[in-house]
């Protein structure tokens, strides 16, 4: 090769020395600089590039570009301003009208249970329900002998295209990057119409793009392009795990020979029973089959509808040379000991080989270590959940700790569930009862002001003692400080605050939920108080601006708090009525805006649902609607939540624990994208990436 390069410069460059020997110097000058810079060796503008499944946790790589597509076509106002919650509106939208298209999932099913259903089978996405990991899985479109795992990632397909077709050329174009030790390329049109696929592009690599004509003239060359991949962690409670959003929602059919009384178990103001609708295929036993609701995982609600999810994938369709890594943990009922530094069994419901109460911390070191062994833990019983001397930090990560961590906590600290218990019971509803009296027991409610006292003070429960939010908080970034930094700097946590519930609008300082059952119509126990809209909001106002504090106290400046949506939420609360939008028809209005629950009315004939409201299966989960929160109707109807000893038979309480027990007083598929979209600013910020420039 030297040979070879040393007889071109004697070639070209000594006649001209001989013709000029006065300029020898700018002669020999510029016949170097000629030949070091080779006709087409400057970038040649018009080239444009992107990764092909930019959201590594979606297997299929044309569900990623079917989103892709829809957030494309977006507003650019929307994309700038809104992504997550423009796309999940859209998403809606073209799911009623039938018009998205995924691969393995019929449009019907789509619009019938919403986007996310096609996505949750094993083939389909990245969490191994069965091994209860994500580093088991493999990326499809690889050789068996040389696998690209999820936790380990190497390289990726990108497409390339003209972003100005050149002139129209006779024969096919060579398109080709090339990196420091390997290339990729493909023979394909020079005209660019369609993007072509250049596989097995390697992450952080400098690589030189080039598309080349048969007559070897250099059409489209940039230099210096780069592939960036990013880990991403989704750790916290059931605001973060996606609660009352199911991936798949519960079937109900409208056989009126299919509804069960449970044991007479709530009345209508007439007097008569309330009669509620079975799922499809099961007139006794509700558990179980094929119309019960899916779950990216069961046993902790997590959904692709998740804030935490919808963050991510906002971050990955918005940058086109850049490859996001996700890993959800987040799990309902989780506080900081029970549920991230501590065992947490959540729900119990989900089969032995499935079960995984291990520590979130756990589960995610568990998928980052290269030796999982350290941390395979599934059931308290084989780990002492406090003991921080017995858990081994990682020996060798499989690639990196995670980038960013996302992190919502400290309502379940607090006893979030139990204050919602204790407002929507109606005081006037005899709990004499005791099955009831039992249900209630389970839930122990608690006062608004009994639950902030725990903020900064430690409580003794069952013998047990609670830290105050405060401590505990402090102990939690240690803690992640010490497990999961990269190289020695701690990671960056994204931590959110919680939205109002009981705000309706802001144009009036006490526009609250008033004493109402709106939305609760289910059960005649439910009912929000008179006191409980203003209460609610000044519990959240009072928990947001502790955690704001806790934070700023940390002093570190790669934990941030995000709590900008809080404000978004005014004008959303629970008992938010109607839809969005005036193009959405009548049906729409009525079986998703409205909040009712179906009823069925005597007549005649027999029996029938009523018209007034609708028929149990045309409830839609997934539809505009101006509420952003799951109330207790909506999670009957969406989640239907059953523990196996509630099973058999038609208990009286069984509507009460379908109804709260699956999500209700939780942000539905809406309201979690409004929460993504203050946090992916702050994600954007945190790992150096610019805005879209569109």
């Known amino acids: 090769m030297a040979i070879r390069v040393v007889g071109a410069f004697m070639r070209v460059c000594l006649p001209v020395i001989r013709v000029f020997p006065l300029c020898r110097r700018i002669a020999l000058g510029l016949c170097l600089v000629w030949f070091a810079a080779p006709a087409g060796a400057q970038d040649v ?23 892709l597509r829809v957030y494309r076509a977006m507003p650019a106002a929307a994309r700038k301003g809104e992504p997550a919650f423009a796309l999940e509106d859209a998403l809606q939208r073209l799911a009623a009208a039938r018009a998205l298209k995924f691969d393995g999932t019929d449009r019907d099913q789509v619009e019938r249970y919403g986007w996310t259903v096609a996505m949750v089978g094993r083939d389909h996405n990245c969490f191994r329900t069965g091994s209860r990991n994500h580093y088991s899985c493999t990326l499809p479109g690889y050789p068996a002998a040389d696998p690209e795992r999820y936790m380990e990632p190497r390289r990726a397909d990108i497409l390339v295209r003209f972003t100005k077709p050149p002139a129209a050329r006779a024969a096919p174009c060579r398109w080709r990057a090339a990196w420091d030790g390997g290339f990729a390329d493909a023979t394909a049109p020079c005209t660019g119409e369609e993007p072509v696929r250049l596989r097995h592009v390697p992450y952080e690599r400098p690589f030189l793009l080039e598309v080349t004509g048969a007559d070897g003239a250099v059409l489209g060359r940039a230099s210096g392009q780069r592939l960036r991949h ?3 962690a ?15 929602p519960v079937t109900f059919g409208d056989e009126v020979t299919h509804v069960s009384d449970y044991d007479k178990s709530s009345h209508l103001p007439n007097g008569n029973k309330q009669l509620y609708p079975l799922r499809v295929g099961r007139a006794v036993n509700q558990g ?63 089969p032995a080989g499935f079960r995984d109460d291990a520590p979130q911390l756990v589960k995610l070191l568990r998928d980052y270590c290269r030796r999982a062994a350290d941390y395979e833990y599934f059931d308290a019983g084989d780990y002492d959940p406090v003991d921080w001397r017995r858990l ?60 902030l006292h725990r903020i900064d003070h430690a409580v003794t429960e069952n013998g047990i003692l609670r830290p105050a939010l405060r401590d505990n908080h402090r102990r939690l970034a240690g803690i992640l400080r010490r497990y999961i930094a990269g190289d020695g700097q701690p990671p960056l946590v994204l931590q959110t605050g919680y939205p109002h519930i009981t705000v309706r609008r802001d144009s009036e300082p006490d526009d609250v939920c008033p004493s109402v059952d709106f939305g609760m119509t289910v059960h005649e126990a439910l009912k929000i108080g ?7 909001r000044r519990f959240v106002n009072r928990l947001d601006a502790a955690l704001g504090e806790m934070v700023a106290a940390l002093d570190d400046p ?44 005597p007549n005649w004939r027999g029996a029938n649902w009523d018209p007034a409201t609708f028929r149990p299966s045309q409830w839609r989960a997934y539809r505009p609607r101006l509420r952003w929160f799951v109330t207790p109707n909506d999670g009957f109807l969406t989640g239907h939540y059953l523990r196996d000893v509630h099973i058999k038979g038609h208990l009286r309480e069984q509507p009460l624990v379908a109804a709260t027990l699956s999500g209700a007083f939780h942000p539905n598929a809406l309201g979690h994208a409004a929460i993504a979209d203050a946090v992916l600013p702050a994600l954007r910020a945190g790992l150096g990436l610019a805005p879209p420039a569109e």
């Open 230 to 232: 990013v880990f991403i």
């Open 558 to 601: 790669r934990w941030h708090y995000v709590n900008s949506h809080v404000a978004r939420f005014k004008g959303h609360g629970i008992c938010t009525r109607g839809v969005a939008g005036a193009d959405l028809d009548e049906a729409w209005a009525r079986n998703s805006g409205s909040g009712d629950f179906p009823i069925l009315r």
């Open 530 to 536: 008179p006191e409980t809209g203003r209460e609610g």
């Open 288 to 350: 179980g089959g094929m119309s019960s609701p899916t779950w990216l995982n069961g046993q902790c609600h997590r959904s692709l509808y998740s804030q935490q999810v919808k963050t991510a994938l906002a971050l990955a369709l918005e940058q086109p040379h850049l490859v996001v890594t996700f890993t959800g943990y987040a799990c309902t009922g989780a506080e900081i000991d029970e549920g991230l530094l501590g065992f947490w069994a959540a729900r119990d419901d989900v």
């Open 234 to 248: 989704g750790i916290g409670d059931s605001f973060a795990s996606g609660e009352g959003n199911p991936d798949k």
């Open 392 to 451: 081994p930090r990682c020996a060798e990560w499989r690639s990196r700790p995670p980038d960013a961590v996302l992190l919502s906590i400290g309502g379940n600290d607090l006893g979030f569930s139990r204050v919602i218990a204790k407002q929507v019971i109606a005081s006037t509803w005899d709990s004499t009862r005791f099955l009831y009296r039992l249900w209630l027991k389970q839930l122990d409610p608690l006062d608004f002001a009994d639950a």
């Open 45 to 67: 503008p018009g080239l444009a590039w992107e990764a092909a499944n930019r959201f590594r946790l979606l297997r299929t790589e044309q569900h990623f570009r079917e989103l």
